[in-house]
């Protein structure tokens, strides 16, 4: 009865059980940004609550993104193992968990705690998400599944301060965080509501990639030893540093730069996240091609590098730079969909969690890099260094993005349209 429903007469997957696949997997993916966010917004109550620098407090975000990048290498291989779903629930409900440790926390030391778990948490998605969308998903709508999956991100990082601010004013910051856990739970449940969605067969995987076999035995980090997997860890190191650096320091040096009132300030990471979004829906439809998958995020990210320069060199009334972050956001975003092909075209049939885990290991240590190079740069007041550093980091992307295919082992075959 699943099959006859979730399946063509061809023995593919249909658009409705695609799309809802991809929706739940998105919504998971939301939730995970939207727990990297959390606390930040609610930095000054902590300060105050707590009597810690913005030093100490910013040190509880090191330690969520460092034991994230450890677990999200190791977490590829639990996937490989025992499947996705297990995973997924488990991640969630540990983030669940730690936004609740978080409202009840006494000390430094306890945020400190609940950060660790959090972090456990976090590092399951991207295993998890992709192994899902590689083995269910219909080819062809790869590259729609990547779109989604990249705006439901941008979405969750705009809902986090959206949802703990308001609440935090009307009641306090352990209602908010108390809040955020509820809402983490409740996703937790739609998921398990439509646990059957998510299922997926490891022993036919295993079966029909070979992996168990006696030739298989030892091999489980042979993927180690292909070139193109490290050359999408380094693509996705810088990617994030860029999003670091967008995220965290370029409006405002862009602001020192054009003399932009604050409130614009403020604007400028909000259009770039709206227009990276709506990238990446036209992104998606250029995906449906992988072959071009390299000269789209070329072109994007060198569109972005282009405009990074405008914001860096040239002259223009100050209302102008939301829009020219807004045109950044928007090539950025095209890329986004084409970004994730990349890795899977690196990614070896039986090794899909173990190969996600260790390429975006690469995100969480790219953001926690990032801020001690450019928060350096802010600091000594050296803002257009900021903005050309943005535009050198997209133009290594391009750069990194034609090594992957250059050194890539396995041979490229277009899916048809």
């Given at each position: ?54 030093t ?14 450890i ?38 030391w ?49 809902l ?24 983490a739970?409740g ?51 810088f990617?994030?540093m ?53 000269r ?7 569109i ?27 090539a ?25 885990g ?17 928060g350096?740069l802010m ?39």
């Open positions: 009865m699943t099959t006859a429903t979730n399946s063509t007469a061809s023995g593919g997957p249909t658009l409705q059980a695609d799309a809802k696949l991809i929706g739940l997997v998105g919504l998971a993916h939301a939730i995970s940004h939207f727990s990297q966010l959390v606390l930040a917004p609610l930095f000054p109550w902590l300060k105050d609550a707590f009597d810690v620098s913005y100490e407090l910013g040190a509880v975000l090191t330690v969520f993104f460092v034991v994230s990048c677990v999200q290498a190791a977490s590829g291989f639990i996937v490989d193992k025992l499947g996705p779903r297990p995973v997924l629930f488990v991640g969630l409900g540990l983030l669940a968990l730690a936004a609740i440790g978080y409202s009840m926390a006494q000390s430094y306890m945020l400190l705690a609940c950060a660790m778990v959090a972090g456990v948490g976090n590092g399951v998605f991207h295993p998890v998400d992709y192994t899902l969308f590689n083995r269910k998903v219909a080819p062809t709508r790869l590259g729609h599944a990547y779109s989604v999956h990249g705006i439901t991100g941008s979405l969750g990082w705009a986090a301060p959206a949802f703990v601010v308001p609440i935090a004013i009307a009641y306090s910051w352990r209602v908010a965080l108390a809040s955020a856990g509820v809402v739970l996703v937790l449940l739609v998921l398990w509501l439509n646990r059957s969605v998510l299922a997926l067969d490891v022993k036919a995987v295993h079966k029909a990639t070979g992996q168990g076999e006696p030739a298989a035995v030892g091999g489980e980090f042979d993927f180690l030893r292909i070139p193109a997997v490290w050359m999408c860890f380094g693509f996705f190191f990617y994030a860029v999003i670091s650096i967008v995220q965290t320091f370029a409006p405002v040096a862009a602001g020192h730069l054009h003399a932009v009132p604050v409130a614009l300030v403020a604007v400028c990471l909000t259009v770039y996240m709206v227009a990276s979004a709506a990238g990446m829906v036209v992104g998606g439809f250029l995906a449906s091609d992988p072959s071009r998958c390299e789209i995020v070329g072109a994007g990210f060198g972005a590098a282009l405009l990074a320069l405008v914001l860096a060199f040239a002259s223009f009334p100050a209302v102008l730079v939301p829009v020219l972050f807004g045109a950044m956001g928007f950025s975003g095209i890329a986004g969909p084409s970004r994730d092909l990349l890795v899977k075209k690196s990614t070896p049939p039986n090794a899909t969690g173990r190969v996600y260790v390429v975006y290991a690469g995100l969480d240590i790219g953001q926690a890099v990032a801020p001690l190079i450019f350096r600091d000594h007041g050296q803002y257009l260094s900021v903005i050309l550093g943005l535009a050198l980091v997209q133009g290594v992307l391009i750069a990194s993005a034609f090594n992957v295919r250059r050194v890539r082992r396995t041979a490229l075959v277009p899916v048809s349209a």
